[in-house]
């Protein structure tokens, strides 16, 4: 997908959480290190730091759950309208704790990018979240670990891969201070895999 003449390339983030990968993306956007901007930001989490952030940058938010909309199907349609809506090009999931929808992934085939904060296949799939990815990395006694960015598709965590980076587990590493060292890495690999999109470079993905 190389970018439309005169048009921004525009990401439309998803995060459930404290949102430090899309601070990371919108920076990257403001130093010119992405050519994108952030259109739209959605959380199933109302209370969000991802939609406390977009908002102070007077970026549109919307709070789509199943809370807000109690049937999956009128769920997922919305949320690819609203992305459709915003004229998103490329969808990035930026710490999304749910699963897409079908109107979802067929609205933005191989344009929905998943941040994961371990090497998957490994250490990936329900369940393998937060800090419960870092303890099964350091209880498993691996001597690396890393951040994978993937298309997603219907499952978690699965879909090609796209980019891997590697750090290492240290013996004295607690799953707090490895998440720490992870996310770091998350910060300069997801903005590097986006502006890979943004110039074009992943247009034979498919
Ligand atoms: C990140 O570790 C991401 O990989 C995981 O959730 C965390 C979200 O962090 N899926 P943040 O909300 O971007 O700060």
């Given at each position: 997908?190389?970018?439309?003449?005169?048009?921004?390339?525009?990401?439309?983030?998803l995060?459930?959480?404290?949102?430090?990968?899309?601070?990371?993306?919108?920076?990257?956007?403001?130093?010119?290190?992405?050519?994108?901007?952030?259109?739209?930001?959605?959380?199933?989490?109302?209370?969000?730091?991802?939609?406390?952030?977009?908002?102070?940058?007077?970026?549109?938010?919307?709070?789509?759950?199943?809370?807000?909309?109690?049937?999956?199907?009128?769920?997922?349609?919305?949320?690819?309208?609203?992305?459709?809506?915003?004229?998103?090009?490329?969808?990035?999931l930026?710490?999304y704790?749910?699963?897409?929808?079908?109107?979802?992934?067929?609205?933005?085939?191989?344009?929905?990018?998943n941040?994961?904060?371990?090497?998957?296949?490994?250490?990936?799939?329900?369940?393998?979240?937060?800090?419960?990815?870092?303890?099964?990395?350091?209880?498993?006694?691996?001597?690396?670990?890393?951040?994978?960015?993937?298309?997603?598709?219907?499952?978690?965590?699965?879909?090609?891969?796209?980019?891997?980076?590697?750090?290492?587990?240290?013996?004295?590493?607690?799953?707090?201070?490895?998440?720490?060292?992870?996310?770091?890495?998350?910060?300069?690999?997801?903005?590097?895999?986006?502006?890979?999109?943004?110039?074009?470079?992943?247009?034979?993905?498919?």
């Amino acid at each position: 997908m190389a970018p439309k003449d005169g048009q921004p390339f525009r990401l439309g983030i998803l995060a459930s959480r404290n949102g430090s990968n899309l601070q990371a993306i919108l920076d990257r956007c403001l130093s010119d290190e992405i050519s994108a901007c952030v259109s739209v930001v959605i959380s199933n989490n109302s209370k969000s730091g991802a939609l406390r952030r977009a908002k102070d940058v007077g970026i549109p938010t919307f709070h789509l759950s199943g809370w807000t909309h109690p049937e999956p199907d009128r769920l997922d349609g919305e949320m690819a309208r609203v992305l459709q809506d915003h004229g998103v090009d490329l969808v990035v999931l930026a710490g999304y704790m749910k699963k897409l929808g079908p109107v979802l992934l067929q609205a933005y085939p191989n344009r929905i990018l998943n941040v994961h904060p371990a090497l998957l296949p490994a250490f990936g799939g329900q369940g393998m979240y937060g800090m419960q990815v870092h303890r099964a990395v350091i209880e498993s006694g691996v001597k690396v670990t890393g951040v994978t960015v993937h298309l997603a598709d219907s499952e978690y965590d699965q879909g090609l891969i796209l980019a891997q980076e590697v750090i290492s587990v240290h013996p004295a590493d607690t799953p707090e201070g490895l998440a720490k060292r992870v996310l770091k890495l998350e910060h300069r690999l997801l903005p590097v895999v986006i502006q890979r999109f943004a110039a074009g470079q992943f247009e034979t993905v498919h």
